[in-house]
């Protein structure tokens, strides 16, 4: 029989123990989550969320997570906390088979996954601070969401898609993660546009095993490792007007064993990477968009032009080279843009634009 004095030194050794790993009362308990149900009720209640009608609101910090059963709400922190202990497979917000759930404006940090979508549509992820989470959002079987304004950093990837369609990732900061800025998995017809994605370890988007028909518009990729990597069998996809600047490689056709073919790069302007384009595996994919469209702005190519036209045998010039710029026998662009201004001017219009858009912060969205 244990001496009564004993149960109780190992009774304080425990809540000691607790009060160590836990400081602050931070720790979330194991299988301790707040559910909005089906019906509306905050199960259990919690003093910081709050329901108004379809709105719940945060006053306060919140260290647990939160299960979103309920369709057509709007989830609100108000730019309160959400705050986890980055606890395997942990996630802040939950969204699982739901349907227009928007959540705006909060700071959910230290999650496996700052949100979790898993089978949603027309859910709306907007205007949040997602932070040192393994990722910030990642969407599994989803379609028709749109993740827009956020600030997603510190953590591993900020953005993956599994097998999830006709989503939008726009106008998001995404910098300083461990491991790639935007990553699609087996997913299509998703546009990446007009985000910031800078100073990632890896990469800054990532195409592989069969993500096809995606767009990537209007970004600016700044300082990865890879700008934009293609994987197995990533074909079809679209990259324009992108500012693909300080990269090691911008494109990165890897491939591996298969190949990337068939995916369309034109309007983007290749800026001081160490290589503009890397093909791993050399299979056709197009650089241009035609004549008088136009290719990529290359800033390690001079050519002359004082000829016009498609076949680039008129005489007069149309702000394209007269020669293609040769990637290998595979891939060449054939209209390679002539800069307006000197690739000096242009590095310095591209650089002021990332700091202006690196410097735009987190807005409240209201």
């Not at 109780?8 to 979330?28: A, K, R």
Request: glycine letters at 8%; a negative charge.
């Amino acid at each position: 029989m244990v001496k009564p004095s004993f149960t109780l030194l190992l009774t304080g050794l425990f809540v000691i123990s607790l009060l160590i790993l836990c400081p602050s009362h931070n720790c979330t308990a194991e299988g301790e989550v707040i559910f909005i149900r089906v019906g509306g009720e905050v199960d259990p209640p919690h003093p910081n969320i709050t329901r108004s009608g379809d709105r719940y609101v945060l006053g306060g910090v919140v260290e647990h997570e939160i299960v979103v059963e309920r369709d057509s709400i709007v989830v609100d922190g108000e730019g309160h906390t959400i705050r986890g202990t980055n606890v395997w497979d942990s996630k802040g917000i939950h969204l699982s088979q739901v349907y227009n759930v928007t959540v705006r404006n909060t700071n959910i940090e230290r999650f496996w996954f700052s949100v979790y979508l898993n089978s949603t549509s027309a859910c709306v992820i907007q205007g949040n601070q997602l932070t040192r989470s393994h990722r910030g959002a990642k969407l599994v079987g989803s379609w028709n969401n749109t993740i827009l304004d956020n600030t997603v950093e510190r953590g591993t990837t900020a953005f993956y898609l599994l097998s999830s369609h006709n989503n939008t990732i726009s106008k998001n900061r995404i910098e300083f993660n461990t491991w790639n800025g935007v990553q699609l998995y087996a997913s299509t017809n998703n546009t990446i546009e007009e985000n910031t994605i800078t100073s990632n370890r890896r990469a800054g988007i990532v195409f592989e095993s069969q993500s096809k028909y995606n767009m990537a518009r209007r970004n600016v990729i700044l300082n990865q490792t890879f700008g934009i990597n293609f994987g197995n069998n990533s074909n079809h996809n679209h990259v324009v007007e992108n500012n693909i600047t300080g990269n090691m490689y911008g494109v990165y056709l890897n491939g591996l064993t298969i190949g990337v073919s068939g995916n369309v790069l034109f309007h983007n302007w290749f800026v001081n990477n160490s290589n503009h384009v890397f093909p791993r595996i050399s299979l056709a994919n197009t650089w241009d968009d035609g004549h008088p469209s136009g290719g990529n702005f290359w800033d390690d190519y001079i050519d002359v032009d004082i000829h016009r036209g498609p076949y680039q045998n008129e005489t007069g010039s149309d702000g394209i080279w007269d020669h293609p710029y040769v990637i290998d026998e595979l891939n060449q662009d054939r209209y390679p843009i002539v800069p307006e201004f000197s690739v000096e001017v242009l590095l310095s219009v591209f650089l002021s634009a990332t700091v202006s858009i690196g410097l735009l912060g987190k807005r409240t969205v209201r």
